[in-house]
């Protein structure tokens, strides 16, 4: 009889922490609602054993149909880009715009 | 002396008992404290009862003048006297306790084809957390293992919308459980919480 404890897996585990989860939301909003990553509030929180994304930043012109639509489409985009990007089950994105800004100049990094 | 073997089922009779000294609780202590005050007190009796036979004088009260002062209180008890019998109640009901109770103490036995071999509770819960979050791929902290009698409980904290393996980690903990082979037999159960955790 063998009284060794456990199967052996391979050992470690990954860790995403909240801080690069954000990052990767704050770099998705940005790239949905125009503007600077700066300005780009987010938070994450869990539902229920998914996450659920939060964000607000000002709106950057131009818009290619309805502000609402707009918003609402760019919040599907997020949702299924931060899931593709982290393997992580949303829940829900909800946005919050808190202006209207110049457009930006600065190249994209991403 | 051959004694019945009242260790765990499930193993030889000689492992058995080896194991039953570690599994339970000694009551050696609260006897032989009991048997101490009751043989001070024997003796101290004794020796009035031999000072009374040879007339000499007695050390504190004769037995007779202490038998009369035990009438005396009890036909008039003050509250100080209430409280030491109620004392004394307690303590007999502690020691009876002591007495009767299993005195389990927290490990368990193992079956062995020879050997007595016990394992702390302590030591096979974070075996199973290890295992549980190993195989869920989550760090050490985000499992917790509880042991009764006869079961496993390990709860698992998931990563916010990252469906823990459930299945594999449950086959992983019963295939410990079952290499483990402690007697009485355990059961686990794993489940997840239902909040996870972002990061």
Do not use: K, N
Request: aromatic share 2%; hydrophobic share 50%; charged share 20%.
């Amino acid at each position: 009889m063998s009284t060794d404890l456990a199967p052996a897996p391979p050992r470690g585990v990954v860790t995403v922490r909240t801080r690069a989860l954000e990052h990767v939301l704050r770099a998705l909003v940005r790239d949905a609602l125009g503007g600077r990553a700066t300005d780009v509030d987010v938070r994450l929180r869990d539902d229920g054993g998914r996450l659920a994304l939060w964000a607000q930043a000002p709106l950057v012109p131009p818009l290619s149909s309805t502000l609402l639509a707009d918003l609402h489409r760019d919040r599907a985009t997020i949702a299924r880009r931060f899931a593709e990007l982290t393997g992580r089950e949303v829940s829900g994105v909800d946005l919050r715009v808190t202006g209207l800004r110049e457009p930006v100049t600065a190249p994209r990094v991403t | 002396m051959s004694a019945p073997a009242t260790g765990p089922r499930g193993l030889d009779p000689v492992a058995r008992r080896a194991a039953r000294r570690s599994l339970h609780r000694s009551r050696s202590a609260p006897a032989v404290v009991t048997l101490v005050v009751a043989a001070v007190l024997a003796v101290y009796l004794g020796t009035e009862a031999v000072l009374r036979l040879l007339d000499r004088p007695a050390l504190l009260a004769t037995p007779g003048a202490l038998a009369d002062a035990a009438v005396r209180v009890l036909q008039d008890p003050s509250p100080a006297v209430t409280a030491v019998g109620v004392a004394l109640v307690v303590l007999g009901v502690v020691l009876l306790g002591l007495a009767l109770a299993p005195g389990h103490r927290s490990r368990r036995a193992m079956a062995h084809e020879r050997l007595a071999v016990v394992v702390d509770d302590a030591v096979l819960a974070s075996a199973l957390t290890r295992t549980a979050t190993t195989v869920a791929g989550l760090q050490r902290g985000r499992a917790q293992t509880w042991l009764t009698r006869r079961l496993a409980d390990v709860r698992l904290q998931p990563t916010s919308g990252v469906e823990p393996p459930l299945e594999q980690v449950r086959a992983a903990v019963a295939e410990q459980v079952r290499i483990t082979a402690a007697v009485p037999p355990l059961r686990a159960e794993v489940r997840a919480a239902a909040r996870g955790s972002v990061s």
